[in-house]
């Protein structure tokens, strides 16, 4: 065991260079530094133990230029990789951590962080949950799928959703949310054993394979006879375009994501915008973090449902931060079923 003060070996992920296209395993490369265990003298800085770290789609934007950096900065070719987490902490100059603590927050992809700039962290109280949890159900992605589904959406009981990428971290939850209020919830997902999960353990009411549907419209003409009134976009491309044609009047879409395009270096035009005109669609797109001061009721909300059964999460676990890289491109072909989680080391 590592003591206070003493440097030790650092294992770390970096980005090799920007990528264009699909990215590769070879884009990251792993690597060992050296950091000291301490915090700087006069610091506010804060010095972690990385868990846990998710691999969310969009970490893909990240690593390209573009043309939002303010709002999606890029990563640093070269430099670690940074994304969401679960750490434990070491040494602290700021007065709301001490060590010992346990907190959620934008993290690096390695053993040790000593993160400037805390004050975007959450502390987390000690429960009953998984500490992985934090990660995705009550971090980031849990937050996402509230955030869109109660705030963005404005949902009535009885409406007619439907929720793409529905096994992902985000949309597994939108589908439990919709059904606790007693929508109607429908979910697409690129694989049969997904599309099973979705009925099975999620409670959809029903849900399909894109992958084996030619014609992507007369699908959702099959689920949705009446159309739709909410959809939970985190896709993109051909469905969002599918989706605009069974909107019903005043449906709302929330964007939350648009995975099918982050690999694509001339983006799929979307060609049935005119139904937002005439069916007057309200479509918004969100940024979680312009939501966490909603945190803490959100995390009386959820906490609920979990310990009451209500809510079901399934995790995907991959060990060892060597093998973050898989799991991360992963997320592009389907690899995972449910949250990705990279386990740095267990308490």
């Excluded at 949310?177 to 409670?203: D, I, P, Q, R, T």
Aim: hydrophobic residues 40%.
């Amino acid at each position: 065991m590592a003591k206070l003060g003493e440097e030790v070996s650092n294992k770390q992920i970096i980005l090799r260079d920007y990528v264009s296209g699909f990215p590769k395993v070879s884009d990251m490369a792993f690597k060992t530094s050296t950091i000291r265990l301490q915090v700087p003298q006069g610091s506010k800085a804060v010095l972690f133990k990385n868990l846990y770290l998710s691999c969310d789609p969009y970490m893909r934007t990240r690593m390209k230029k573009h043309e939002f950096p303010n709002y999606v900065p890029p990563f640093t070719p070269g430099s670690v990789i940074s994304g969401y987490g679960v750490a434990k902490v070491l040494d602290s100059g700021h007065p709301d951590f001490k060590e010992g603590d346990l907190v959620w927050g934008m993290t690096g992809w390695e053993e040790y962080s000593l993160i400037t700039k805390p004050e975007t962290l959450f502390k987390i109280q000690p429960t009953d949950v998984p500490l992985s949890y934090y990660t995705g159900i009550l971090g980031m992605p849990g937050m996402s799928a509230y955030a869109g589904f109660y705030e963005v959406c404005s949902p009535k009981k009885g409406e007619c959703v439907f929720v793409s990428a529905a096994s992902g971290a985000v949309g597994q939850l939108v589908g439990q949310f919709a059904k606790l209020m007693g929508c109607y919830v429908v979910g697409s997902a690129g694989s049969n054993h997904k599309v099973e999960l979705l009925k099975n353990k999620f409670g959809f009411d029903e849900a399909f394979n894109y992958k084996e549907e030619n014609n992507l419209d007369a699908a959702l003409k099959r689920y949705f006879p009446k159309g739709i009134d909410i959809y939970f976009e985190n896709v993109g491309g051909k469905m969002l375009d599918a989706v605009l044609l069974n909107m019903k009047v005043h449906g709302r879409i929330a964007a939350c994501g648009m995975i099918s395009q982050y690999n694509l270096e001339q983006p799929e035009g979307v060609h049935n915008l005119v139904s937002v005109v005439f069916k007057r669609i309200r479509m918004q797109g969100f940024l979680v973090f312009d939501y966490f001061h909603l945190y803490p009721q959100f995390l009386d909300f959820i906490m609920k449902y979990i310990k009451e059964g209500k809510i079901v999460y399934v995790e995907d676990t991959v060990e060892g931060l060597e093998n973050g890289p898989a799991a991360l491109i992963g997320l592009f072909t389907g690899r995972n079923v449910g949250k990705q989680v990279v386990v740095v080391a267990r308490e």
